[in-house]
């Protein structure tokens, strides 16, 4: 009797887990699937959590998927900074930037995915305002991590005194999003790798 109540105690405690592990768990689904297409079972399943556990942890479905958004834009922003430092050389610091993301956007195991905001949030963007405004805002903290590199190099004789870093940031943000989109339409990645590799010439101008 003793043994079958500490039986039935374990089995009525909540699974313990890593929020950011689940979390990256459920961006993963989202990113499979996309918004519409992923249920909460999908959730489930992709977590190892059950419904209540999932609503307790994170909320419905749609706060799920807010908070894998923000925690996309956070851990691929503090990556581009970082990439994106002064100290590193200009050209091969945006270099870097293409490369990272196209190894993102391909690294779908054979199945390229491309970006996890631009692959999901467009769509629901439409019709729900505060996705829309997690998607924006993630968008504009892209440009301004190009924007503050920019000023910096041309501050330091890397760019033309007269070149605009409100506009290279907006061309540098255009070549991620051509990158992603492509790298899902299937375009090749080579083809894409090349087409980076011109574009950092277009944006830094020639060595």
Request: aromatic share 8%; glycine share 10%; charged share 25%.
């Amino acid at each position: 009797m003793v043994q079958n109540a500490a039986i039935a105690k374990r089995r009525g405690r909540p699974r313990a887990y890593d929020p950011d592990v689940a979390l990256q768990q459920a961006l993963e689904a989202f990113w499979k699937g996309g918004y519409s297409g992923t249920s909460l079972d999908d959730l489930a399943a992709a977590t190892g959590m059950n419904r209540p556990s999932l609503y307790a942890g994170f909320g419905d479905k749609r706060a799920i998927y807010l908070k894998a958004l923000e925690h996309y834009w956070q851990r691929n922003l503090k990556a581009m900074r970082t990439t994106l430092a002064p100290e590193k050389p200009l050209r091969e610091a945006v270099q870097m930037v293409f490369n990272g993301a196209l190894a993102i956007y391909f690294s779908g195991g054979g199945r390229p995915r491309g970006c996890f905001a631009v692959g999901t949030a467009t769509t629901e963007a439409v019709e729900d305002p505060e996705i829309r405004a997690a998607f924006v805002g993630g968008m504009r903290a892209l440009d301004e991590c190009w924007e503050t590199r920019f000023r910096i190099a041309r501050e330091n004789g890397e760019l033309a005194a007269d070149a605009d870093p409100e506009t290279l940031a907006g061309l540098a943000s255009a070549v991620l999003s051509r990158l992603a989109v492509r790298a899902r339409a299937g375009t090749p990645r080579a083809e894409l790798a090349e087409f980076a590799r011109k574009a950092v010439v277009t944006i830094c101008g020639k060595p």
